[in-house]
């Protein structure tokens, strides 16, 4: 029984805790009691405390001073049998401050060490040190690879497609000139409805099977083909359908992200 009334006692103050960090910082908890023993709980707020504070009081400073001035070599001056060494000391030195530095795909060596003392040493950020935290940067944050992104955007318009969720298709779709399969100049509203008799007709699909054949990106606007291969049944008389082929979907960029502007997809009635 003393254990009990010791436990609700901890679970009682972390929740005048986590009240206290809502008034004060403006802070937001989704956890609940049952997510971990109050005392871990309450070490967990103590540290969110702990970095909130530290947060308020701090200034402002580069990434280079963060990681204490190191010494960084213009990247011209780097022999290129030395570069993937200067790199590899120089990604261990950030590390060792609490700067992680991430490359979703490959980079060139004299690529990635240009990025760090040319552009990311000169990034401002808080100078906020806490035990545990690290500073993450994903280069493609700063270079971004524009034929995965498009591929990216069109994949997730096909996937709504085939999930049957039209108002998540409408939300990848561009602002500026639509374009029907045929390519005639057509409405926002035309473009949906389209999209919705297409999914009506399909009282189910019972597969998909959607693999990326080719991107191409001029400026602007891109061009992804997919292998394409459904099948479901057809809304009325349940008959079992099936389509395949190329699909293709045009999009056009918008600041960092892309919008479809355009599909032809196998089974899709031209409109």
Request: aromatic letters at 10%.
């Amino acid at each position: 029984m003393p254990d009990a009334r010791e436990d609700r006692i901890r679970r009682a103050l972390n929740e005048q805790k986590r009240r206290e960090l809502e008034e004060k910082y403006g802070a937001r908890f989704s956890f609940n009691d049952a997510d971990a023993p109050p005392e871990i709980i309450g070490e967990w707020l103590q540290t969110v405390e702990e970095f909130e504070r530290r947060f308020q009081a701090a200034g402002k400073t580069t990434v280079r001073a963060y990681a204490g001035n190191p010494p960084a070599p213009p990247p011209s001056s780097i022999p290129s049998g030395r570069m993937v060494l200067e790199l590899r000391r120089l990604l261990n030195h950030l590390n060792a401050h609490a700067i992680a530095v991430h490359f979703d795909r490959t980079v060139p060596p004299e690529e990635a060490y240009r990025f760090i003392v040319e552009e990311l040493f000169e990034m401002e950020i808080d100078d906020v040190h806490l035990e545990g935290m690290t500073h993450n940067f994903v280069y493609d944050d700063f270079h971004p690879d524009a034929a995965a992104c498009a591929s990216m955007f069109a994949g997730r318009f096909l996937y709504a497609l085939f999930g049957r969720d039209v108002d998540a298709c409408m939300r990848r779709i561009g602002g500026g000139p639509l374009y029907s399969q045929q390519g005639r100049e057509v409405t926002r509203d035309e473009f949906r409805q389209a999209i919705a008799r297409f999914v009506s007709s399909v009282a189910v699909f019972t597969a998909s099977d959607v693999t990326e054949n080719e991107c191409s990106v001029d400026r602007q606007f891109a061009r992804v083909k997919f292998a394409l291969s459904w099948s479901g049944l057809e809304a009325g008389t349940l008959r079992h359908i099936r389509a395949s082929g190329i699909a293709t979907v045009h999009l056009r960029r918008e600041g960092i992200a892309w919008y479809v502007i355009r599909v032809v997809c196998p089974g899709w009635t031209p409109w």
